[in-house]
């Protein structure tokens, strides 16, 4: 426990730790046969690295680091697809920062930019709606992505727009959505995955009904947690305890952000103005059904991809990842991020080759700031 | 990006279109209140209230208590500088000419 001072309440730290390794050494798990859980959100890795929870918990625990970081699953043809767009002289190109570092098969949007496109980095997409009222000569596009949270900021800017009939505002939709990704790790048979840390912010907005699914068609326990390194020890052990008893529920130990039911609103907003795909492709994980939104047809004239004629489905090819970059070995647990050839070397948080480098939810980012590439941290007096 | 940040709710901007000024670590910035908006509509009582932001949205009401928690959660995350450096970045792209 030599990191348990850190936390806010050391001693209900020491509580949990002591009953996780009470829990592990009942299920009878050890270093050659863990139990493996799955942490799902990259705001979970990151703390988990952050706090080096992954070695404060006992042997028989292995973490899973999930596909939850939205820059690390975009696939280069969209960031390809990006450039394209804001190449184009009547076009300002808006999207969140992490996005822009993203590289791309000739550059990232960062270097578009520096290369002389109009590429703006905004905080939301209010900003972008803002960018096109300024600018009613130019086609302003808000490059959305990321999961269910911040879906509904999209959905809401597109009703804005209609409202307003803000003709020059469009939206390249690349959401994506969390249950379809575990459903397909669930059907892989080369994942072997014991239990959820299910994300927080994500059933802040759906609730957590849409993961029944997990616990009545897999026996996969799955529990709803919250960031703080306790919550996260919380639902570790709670995961645990479904295991020892045999039990497969979904549990919401974030109950004081995260009401069951999620936030009615968001969810009516992201229905009226995005339906699913058939399917998406994703970086690392290839095409999963049902796991994209795009933008319905009563909205069509706020849709970039119909506007301009791009996005995922309109070109064939098919664009490989970049030399050496192991990150789809890496995005599906095959290896750790220092056992790619590049990790810190061709590939680093500054100059990143592959996506997973790029963000600080992104596993190898996490690894590469904490796990032990840099010295460990001090235990707080 | 999912991990939002907590801000306090000073004054509602624009009640068509519910936007609200919330400080967020000492900085000002407009934001979304559609789907905190109480049932019976009144923006106004929301005022003083604290709320988890995401990418410019009130995602969350929140007590003051969850709020210092997750802003010194994080601050150790470096999340907070994160944030404001792309509040900031965002005035200056909305400023820029084209």
Excluded at chain 1, 321 to 350: H, L, N, R, Y
Aim: with cysteine; glycine share 8%; charged share 25%.
């Amino acid at each position: 426990m030599k990191y348990a001072d850190e936390f806010r309440d050391p001693v209900k730290a020491r509580g949990v730790l002591a009953q996780i390794e009470e829990a592990i050494d009942e299920i009878g798990a050890t270093a050659d046969a863990p139990v493996y859980i799955m942490e799902v959100c990259g705001g979970h890795t990151h703390a988990i690295f952050r706090y080096g929870l992954d070695k404060l918990v006992p042997e028989g625990l292995e973490f899973i680091h999930g596909p939850g970081c939205p820059v690390c699953v975009l696939p280069m043809a969209r960031v390809d697809e990006c450039v394209e767009l804001a190449e184009r002289s009547d076009v300002i190109f808006t999207t969140f920062g992490d996005a822009m570092r993203v590289p791309g098969t000739r550059k990232s949007l960062l270097q578009a930019k520096a290369d002389g496109a109009d590429v703006r980095m905004v905080y939301s997409p209010l900003d972008a709606l803002e960018i096109a009222r300024r600018n009613p000569n130019k086609e302003v596009v808000f490059f959305a992505l990321g999961f269910e949270t911040t879906t509904p900021s999209s959905a809401l800017c597109i009703q804005q727009a209609s409202q307003e009939d803000l003709s020059n505002f469009s939206v390249f939709c690349n959401h994506i959505t969390v249950p379809p990704p575990i459903k397909a790790l669930l059907d892989d048979p080369h994942m072997k995955l014991d239990g959820f840390v299910g994300p927080g912010h994500v059933s802040m907005v759906i609730g957590i009904e849409p993961y029944q699914f997990i616990a009545r068609d897999y026996g996969k326990p799955i529990v709803v947690a919250g960031f703080e390194p306790l919550d996260l020890l919380q639902s570790v052990l709670m995961v645990l305890e479904q295991i020892r008893s045999g039990r497969a529920e979904v549990e919401n130990q974030y109950s004081r952000v995260v009401p069951d039911d999620g936030n009615p609103v968001s969810i009516a907003a992201c229905e009226n103005v995005y339906e699913p795909r058939e399917k998406f492709e994703w970086r690392g994980l290839g095409e999963i059904d049902h796991s994209g939104l795009k933008i319905r047809e009563e909205y069509k004239r706020f849709d970039a991809e119909s506007k301009f004629r791009i996005g995922y489905g309109k070109a064939s090819r098919i664009v490989p990842e970049p030399e050496g970059c192991s990150c789809s070995d890496v995005m599906t647990g095959k290896i750790k991020p220092p056992q790619c050839a590049q990790f810190g070397k061709g590939c680093t948080p500054e100059m990143p080759l592959g996506a997973l480098m790029v963000s600080t939810e992104g596993a190898c980012a996490a690894y590469y700031h904490y796990g032990g590439a840099r010295p460990e941290l001090e235990p707080a007096q | 990006m999912c991990l939002g940040i907590p801000g306090q709710i000073r004054s509602i901007s624009d009640y068509e279109r519910k936007l609200a000024l919330v400080e967020v670590s000492g900085v000002n910035r407009e934001i979304n209140i559609a789907c905190i908006m109480p049932e019976d509509g009144d923006a106004d009582s929301l005022i003083d209230t604290w709320t988890l932001v995401h990418v410019g949205f009130a995602m969350s009401r929140i007590d003051e208590k969850e709020a210092a928690l997750t802003l010194e959660l994080l601050t150790e995350l470096g999340e907070v500088q994160a944030e404001i450096d792309a509040m900031r970045a965002a005035e200056s792209a909305m400023e820029q000419a084209t």
